[in-house]
C-alpha cells in the first residue's frame, strides 16, 4: 500500500474504508492474501486442491457459483464462477483413474471496480491401493492464467476537490499505471480417501496441496519484489450414513498465504425422501461452519436427482461487525452431476467423495 500511495496527493475516493482499499490495492501487496474464497468451500475443487478434481461418484459435474460480500459497507465484492469436472479409467484391468477439470471466475470489488479474471485447468492421476474400502491416493497440477485490472475512470484524486467541492474534470496531475496486468499461476497437490464401516458407508478424506509456486509478479507499477506469496492448503472431511435416509458430513480447511491464515469448519446434516421405485429422490441438506475470528455461515442445499442448489450467509461476528451490521456475503452455488450415454456399467464409477 505505501508504494502506491507514496505521492501525497494521491486519494482514492471512499478511503476511509480499510477493507475497500486493502482489496483495491492487494496486487501491490507484498504479503496480501489475494485468493478468492468460498464460504461452501468443499465446493471449489479446483481452487482447494487439484487433487480433488474429479472425485464423486457420478461421471461428470458442472457448477456455477456466486457470491456477494460487504455489501452494507461499501460497493459488494462479487465473484462469479463456473466449473467443470470429469474423470476416466486408465484402463479395464484395475481402477485406477485419470481426472480433469477446467474452472472460470470473475471477481469485482471497489470503487474502482478492481478485478480479477482467471481461467484455471486441473488434471490429476488417482491410484487405487485398495479396491475393497474405495481407497485411492491421489495427485493433481493446475495451471491459470489471471488478468488483474481497474477501472482508472472510477477514481478520484484530491487535485479534483477545489474549495471542497469534486471537480470531475479537473486535472490529476497524476501519473497511472497500465490498468491491467496478467500472469501465469501452478500449483500441485496430494490427497488420500477410503471408506471403513459396514458397506464402507464411513468415509474419510485428507490431503494437501500448494498454489502460485512460480509467484508471480503482483504490481500494477511493475516494482520489483512485489511477488504472490505460496499459498499452502490442507484439506479434511468425512461423511458417513447415520441411518438409511439420514447422513452427516464434516469439512474442514485450512489455508496459509504469507501472513495471511483462514480456518474453516463445520458439519451438515441430510436426509434423504425417495419414492419406492427410486425414480424421484429429493435430499435436503441443512448445517453451519465457522470461520475462525471472521464468520458464522448457516448452509441449506435441496438436491433433486441430478441438480443440487446450495445457499448460505456469512454472519459476520469479527471486529468488523460493527461496521458491517453483522452482514457478510450471500453466496449461491448450482450443479448437475451425471453419468455419460452408456457408460452405466460401472467404468467410470470408480471413485469415492463425502456426499450428503
Not at 483495491?24 to 481452487?47: G, K, N, R
Request: net charge negative; charged share 15%; glycine share 8%.
Amino acid at each position: 500500500m505505501k508504494d502506491l500511495f507514496k505521492n501525497p496527493r494521491i486519494h482514492i475516493k471512499y478511503s476511509i474504508l480499510l477493507l475497500c482499499l486493502c482489496f483495491i490495492t492487494m496486487p501491490v501487496l507484498v504479503h496480501a492474501q489475494a485468493d478468492i474464497h468460498f464460504s461452501q468451500f468443499y465446493e471449489t475443487s479446483i481452487l482447494r486442491n487439484p487433487a480433488l478434481t474429479g472425485v464423486f461418484a457420478d461421471d461428470y459435474k458442472l457448477g456455477a457459483y456466486y457470491r456477494n460480500q460487504w455489501s452494507t459497507i461499501s460497493n459488494p465484492f462479487q465473484t462469479g464462477l463456473v466449473s467443470a469436472e470429469t474423470h476416466a479409467p486408465v484402463s479395464h484391468m484395475n481402477n485406477d483413474f485419470f481426472s480433469f477439470g477446467l474452472l472460470g471466475y470473475d471477481d469485482v470489488a471497489g470503487s474502482i471496480d478492481q478485478k480479477i479474471t482467471a481461467i484455471y485447468l486441473a488434471a490429476g492421476y488417482n491410484k487405487c491401493l485398495n479396491n475393497d474400502h474405495k481407497t485411492f491416493l491421489s495427485v493433481g497440477f493446475t495451471g491459470g492464467y489471471l488478468q488483474y485490472s481497474f477501472d482508472p475512470s472510477k477514481a478520484t484524486f484530491n487535485n479534483q476537490y477545489v474549495n471542497g467541492h469534486y471537480d470531475p474534470n479537473a486535472p490529476i496531475l497524476e501519473t497511472l499505471p497500465n490498468p491491467k496486468f496478467t500472469f501465469f499461476d501452478v500449483g500441485a497437490g496430494i490427497n488420500f480417501n477410503t471408506s471403513t464401516g459396514v458397506d464402507n458407508k464411513t468415509t474419510y478424506v485428507f490431503g494437501v496441496s500448494g498454489y502460485h509456486f512460480n509467484q508471480a509478479d503482483l504490481s500494477y507499477y511493475q516494482v520489483p519484489g512485489l511477488t504472490e506469496e505460496v499459498r499452502w492448503n490442507v484439506n479434511a472431511g468425512m461423511s458417513t450414513a447415520v441411518t438409511e435416509n439420514i447422513g452427516f458430513m464434516a469439512q474442514f480447511n485450512y489455508a496459509n498465504e504469507g501472513t495471511y491464515t483462514e480456518l474453516i469448519g463445520g458439519g451438515i446434516i441430510s436426509w434423504t425422501a425417495a419414492s419406492h421405485d427410486l425414480q424421484d429422490v429429493y435430499v435436503l441438506s441443512c448445517g453451519a461452519f465457522y470461520r475462525y475470528d471472521d464468520a458464522i455461515i448457516p448452509v441449506v442445499k435441496i438436491k433433486h436427482k441430478n441438480l443440487s442448489l446450495g445457499v448460505s450467509y456469512d454472519v459476520n461476528v469479527s471486529t468488523l461487525k460493527e461496521a458491517s451490521l453483522m452482514d457478510g456475503g450471500f453466496e449461491m452455488t448450482l450443479f448437475i452431476t451425471g453419468s455419460y450415454s452408456g457408460a452405466n456399467n460401472g467404468v467410470y464409477k470408480k471413485t469415492i467423495c463425502p456426499r450428503f
